[in-house]
């Protein structure tokens, strides 16, 4: 490889690495760490990929109710329950409660839902969850 263009693609890299504002940072963190806890709390109703399974549980993929950090916060937190239509399709099970999540691993999860599977590519705050009141 030419060297100027090495040295380039070098610095390129480097900054990369380096150059990352602290909010991008932060969002990276999230979205991670959401995965993590995506993959552990959710993933076996909602499916790894949020495909969701068959007629039990609905997908997380392309739904409307992602944009409503309220709605999904109280739901993570108090669990689901009643007939719901999601994609056109009804669902009626139940969707256990999470009392043992904090607000930072709910918040981590939203972001991290919404970057995979959402409209919006956005990072939820702490404080945004922490303000929501559930009935
Ligand atoms: C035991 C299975 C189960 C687990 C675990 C579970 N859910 Fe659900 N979830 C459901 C069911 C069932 C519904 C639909 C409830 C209904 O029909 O009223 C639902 C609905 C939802 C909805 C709204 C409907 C939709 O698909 O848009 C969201 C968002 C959601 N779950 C997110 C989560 C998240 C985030 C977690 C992990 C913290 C989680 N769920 C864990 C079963 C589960």
Request: glycine letters at 6%; charged letters at 20%; hydrophobic letters at 35%.
């Amino acid at each position: 490889m030419n060297y100027y263009l090495r040295n380039s693609l070098l610095f390129l890299g480097v900054c990369l690495a380096s150059c990352a504002s602290p909010e991008q940072v932060k969002y990276e963190q999230y979205v991670i760490s959401g995965g993590e806890l995506y993959q552990t709390h959710c993933s076996n109703c909602h499916s790894k990929e949020g495909e969701g399974l068959r007629n039990l549980y609905p997908p997380i993929r392309q739904i409307d109710f992602l944009k409503n950090v309220s709605l999904v916060t109280c739901s993570i937190k108090n669990g689901l329950s009643g007939p719901m239509e999601i994609n056109g399709k009804m669902y009626n099970q139940k969707m256990p409660a999470n009392k043992n999540l904090y607000n930072l691993d709910i918040a981590q999860i939203i972001t991290f839902m919404n970057d995979k599977w959402g409209q919006t590519k956005k990072l939820v705050d702490t404080e945004e969850v922490a303000k929501v009141v559930c009935e």
